[in-house]
Nanobody, 122 residues
Framework: QVQLVESGGGLVQAGGSPRLSCAAS????????MGWFRQVPTKEREFVAR????????LYTDSVKGRFTISRDNAKNTVYLQMNNLKPEDSAIYYC???????????????WGQGTQVTVSS
C-alpha cells in the first residue's frame, strides 16, 4: 500500500514558478514509478510527467517540456514537480500517482493522492 499526499498548489500569476510536492508512505517508495497528472472539469485526467524509481528516467508531455521538471528524493519518500513559466492553461487539479510500470495512462497507476489545485491568473 502506498498513500500519497500532495501540497504546494494555490493561486499563481502567469509566469510563476511554484513547486508541488507529494509525500508517500511505505517502505518501498523507490520501487515505484511516480507520475504527475492533471485534470480540469469535463476533461479526462491528463499525463504530465513521470520519473522512474531511481530518478534517472523521466518523461514529460509535450506541453510542459522545458517548463516543468519532475524529481524525487527517495530518502524523503517525496516526489516533486517544479513548474516554471506557468500559463493559464496549466490551471488544473494536479495529482501524484504511483505505479509499478512507467506508462503514461492514468489506468496504469494504482495509487493516487487527493490532488492539489493550481490556478494560474493571467
Amino acid at each position: 500500500q502506498v498513500q500519497l499526499v500532495e501540497s504546494g498548489g494555490g493561486l499563481v500569476q502567469a509566469g510563476g514558478s511554484p513547486r508541488l510536492s507529494c509525500a508517500a508512505s511505505g517502505r518501498t517508495f523507490s520501487s515505484y514509478f511516480m507520475g504527475w497528472f492533471r485534470q480540469v472539469p469535463t476533461k479526462e485526467r491528463e499525463f504530465v510527467a513521470r520519473v522512474s524509481g531511481g530518478g534517472g528516467n523521466k518523461l514529460y508531455t509535450d506541453s510542459v517540456k522545458g517548463r516543468f521538471t519532475i524529481s524525487r528524493d527517495n530518502a524523503k519518500n517525496t516526489v516533486y514537480l517544479q513548474m516554471n513559466n506557468l500559463k493559464p492553461e496549466d490551471s488544473a487539479i494536479y495529482y501524484c500517482a504511483a505505479a509499478r510500470g512507467g506508462g503514461v495512462s492514468a489506468t496504469e497507476y494504482g495509487y493516487w493522492g487527493q490532488g492539489t489545485q493550481v490556478t494560474v491568473s493571467s
